[in-house]
């Protein structure tokens, strides 16, 4: 069984930073390119940050510079670095892994950026 588990989310300040993990199991991992989704309020979902089994990384313009985005095939784990976040930034993040047609989604996690 497939299962993506993220965590990190919660809520934090503008300016503030959150890391968010995706915990993998039952795929092989280093095989699968992974990546980070949002969905933000009354908006479709859309890509944050893409990680290749290979380490090419592609991010969303509106996040380059404050976010990155790191796996560690060890663990199965994929990160999401975020910094100096911005209201905008408000939305359920989804933890993603593709593979020729295969695509798997974790059920997300609430990351909130209010004062």
């Known amino acids: 069984q497939v299962q993506l588990v993220e965590s990190g989310g919660g809520l934090v300040q503008p300016g503030g930073s959150l890391r968010l993990s995706c915990a993998v199991s039952g795929i092989t991992f280093s095989l699968y390119r992974m990546g980070w989704y949002r969905q933000r309020p009354g908006k479709q979902r859309e890509l944050v940050a893409i990680i290749g089994s290979g380490g090419r990384i592609n991010f969303a313009d509106s996040v380059k510079g404050r976010f990155t985005i790191s796996r560690d095939n060890a663990k199965n784990t994929v990160y999401l670095q975020m910094n100096n976040l911005k209201p905008e930034d408000t939305a359920v993040y989804y933890c993603?892994?593709?593979?020729?047609?295969?695509?798997?989604w974790g059920k997300g996690t609430l990351v909130t950026v209010s004062s």
């Open positions: 993603y892994g593709g593979y020729y047609g295969l695509d798997y």
